[in-house]
Nanobody, 118 residues
Framework: QVQVVESGGGLVQAGGSLKLSCAAS????????MAWYRQAPGKQRELVAS???????NYDDSLRGRFTISRDDDKNAIYLQMNMMKPEDTALYYC????????????WGQGTQVTVSS
């Protein structure tokens, strides 16, 4: 009964900015971690950034400084502000929420496409 929905993807020129949004709904445990992942053609799905309900963030080192993750605990929502975008950022971006009480749970959205033109 948990749903995860991403939005905000689209086409942007290199050097531009884009902001993604993700909202999770349903029976969600208060203490959780939400994250953005991305998968480009021919590559493995990789972690972009994560943020806990306590506000602790983690970034892929190559993206730190250009991308910023934030969250709204009341809405179980996260956002990804992407600046100075590069063609290499082109990928399907997925949102994930997970927690471990009383057992491990993990839910994924369908993804939102981000395309950066050179």
């Amino acid at each position: 009964q948990v749903q995860v929905v991403e939005s905000g993807g689209g086409l942007v020129q290199a050097g531009g900015s884009l902001k993604l949004s993700c909202a999770a709904s349903g029976n969600i445990f208060t203490i959780n971690t939400m994250a953005w992942y991305r998968q480009a053609p021919g590559k493995q799905r990789e972690l972009v950034a994560s943020i806990t309900s306590g506000g602790t963030t983690n970034y892929d080192d190559s993206l730190r400084g250009r991308f910023t993750i934030s969250r709204d605990d009341d809405k179980n929502a996260i956002y990804l502000q992407m600046n100075m975008m590069k063609p290499e950022d082109t990928a399907l971006y997925y949102c994930n929420i997970k927690w471990a009480t009383p057992r491990f749970y993990s839910y994924w959205g369908q993804g939102t496409q981000v395309t950066v033109s050179s």
